[in-house]
């Protein structure tokens, strides 16, 4: 039975998954109606993401007019948007440096796109996962130069790559680099080097630091087209619509799981409204190979669009991502749509096979704050994948390491928790000697090891973010934002809650308990999916599934010990469209008995 207090909603101390239950921001229990509280529920939820109340209205409807900053106050940007327009202006050969993932290919295609509407052919260039890695190479940089490319603009990527830019500098092509990820003290040679994260950063720009890779190519196409509209470039023609390209910028953010909050918020919100239109063939083509039948949403980014266009630079062709954003062929957009989502499926199959060889070795580091899985032959496509995956099932920080015996090196990505900055740790790493190649940000990171240093690696990660781990852990718990009972659970409700998004890290949906109530009807459904109808004291029913659970503490409770008893459930309110008309469901994170 859980102890009831007042710092505790709905008197959860503990919950099925071991969690307390606490209030986002206020107490917000609403019974059985959510009736004339739909302003009063979205000002909270704004507040409880820590609006200021004055600032409340801006963040009601997010717009670029209302929060993106003069990209004049990040370092390097003039300098960039100025030898790129001088570029465009006389013609010189430019080629885009992209990376195989969707941050990357969306920042690629936004500046592709942008220069076509300029009145210039810019070409671009996408490094294989497999046969190059991540990031610029010295020698692709020495031959696109030799090439006659007179200026390379590296997107995603660039900001560590020290060799590799030092021999494109020795070849006198210039570089841009535009980035996002962590930097060093020390910056690599570049014409310039726009990065929200550099550590010379003013208060601005450093605050803009949660930004993708593709929202700091947006700011970067604002200037140029500042500074070409400074050399009357456009005294004989039409300005690009830069609103036009959002729909790149909301995919990308999402994507790549950037934290969704300020100028973040606004480039999704307004990008979506963008993708509606489909305007971009190729992304109305990726669109309808997702098989969504209205305009995407928020989460459809992450979980359908992403996921298609990763899947060409995780166990396919490279370039296909760009390709498809850039194509103006419906045919040739549909045709790379179709490869994308059948190279989707076969992604999945691999990652399976990985995931479970990974998780097979879980047992072994039970008493190891970071999880550090290995092995020789895994697929280094999907091997992010897995680590979230495996982080989000143990609550630790991990990574999973593809090694290659002919090289005697692997491959690895991390994906960390909230409070554990594994990117800082990486970096760190990397400098102690210990890496080949590292970098990343808090929540996610990549490296380069040798083979024979992993397990040095793995005791050294454990030493260095042990105590933040366990301080990450004890700090353990799960946040509402709503309680009501079941007749409170409404198409309506989800409306309004949706009004206050869009959602994703930083910017969390909202959360909502419903109960007491207990269940009608509890099974299993694909794979490890629970699926369960609950009833309250009100007489009012609602279904909830709860996905990939069932062989966790709380799937496992409620599928064989929640019998006759009252609980308490929480997640995340949906809109089950499947019916003869719409009925709100529950998507459930957690569950606690209320008796």
Known sequence: MASRSLSYVCGVAQS???????????????????????????????????VEREDVERHRNPTLRGFLPDPSAFQDMDA?????????????????????DVDGATSAALLIRLFRMLGHDARYYIPDRLLEGYGP??????????????????????????????????????????????CAAELPVAAALVNPNRLDEGELAAAHGHLAAVGVAFLLAVAIVRALRRRDYFADRREPDLLALLDLVALGTVADVAAIHGLNRAFVAQGLKVMAKRENIGMAALIDASRL?????????????????????????????????????????????????????????????????????????????????SGSGWHPGVIGIVAGRIKEKTGKPTLVIALDEESGQGKGSGRSIAGVDLGAAIIAAREAGLLVAGGGHAMAAGLTVEAGRVEELAEWLDERLGSAVARASAERSIQLDLALAPGGLTPELVDTLDSAGPFGVGWPGP????????????????????????????GRSFKAIAFRAAETEMGQALLHAAAGRKLWLAGRAKIDDWAARPQAELHLEDAAFAD
């Not at 207990?518 to 999916?529: N, S």
Request: hydrophobic residues 45%; charged residues 20%.
């Open 80 to 100: 960039a948007a100025e030898r790129i327009a001088q570029a465009v202006t006389s013609g010189e050969a430019i080629t885009v440096y992209g990376d195989y």
């Open 293 to 373: 039948k209205r305009a995407p949403a928020c989460s459809d980014l992450g979980f359908a669009l992403g996921p298609r266009i990763n899947a060409g630079g995780r166990v396919g062709e490279s370039t296909l991502g760009v390709r498809l954003l850039t194509s103006e062929d419906p045919d040739e957009a549909a045709a790379i749509a179709a490869q994308l989502s059948a190279l989707n499926e076969e992604r999945r199959t691999i990652e399976a096979a990985v995931q479970e060889a990974a998780e097979a070795q879980i047992a072994s580091q039970h008493n190891r704050s970071v999880l550090l899985l």
């Open 16 to 50: 099925l998954s071991g969690r307390a239950w606490h209030w986002r921001g206020g107490n917000m229990a609403i019974g059985g109606s959510a009736g004339g509280l739909e302003e009063d529920i979205v000002t909270q939820l704004l507040l409880s993401r820590g």
């Open 137 to 182: 190479s010295g020698e692709a940089l020495v031959r696109l130069a030799e090439e006659g490319s007179s200026l390379i603009v590296t997107v995603d990527c660039g900001a560590m790559a020290f060799d590799a830019l030092e021999q494109a500098h020795a070849t006198g092509v210039d570089v841009i680099v535009v980035d996002h990820h962590k």
């Open 511 to 538: 959360r909502v308990a419903v109960g007491p109530v207990h269940l009608v009807k509890v099974d299993t459904v694909g794979t490890d999916h629970v699926r369960l109808i609950a009833r309250g004291d009100d």
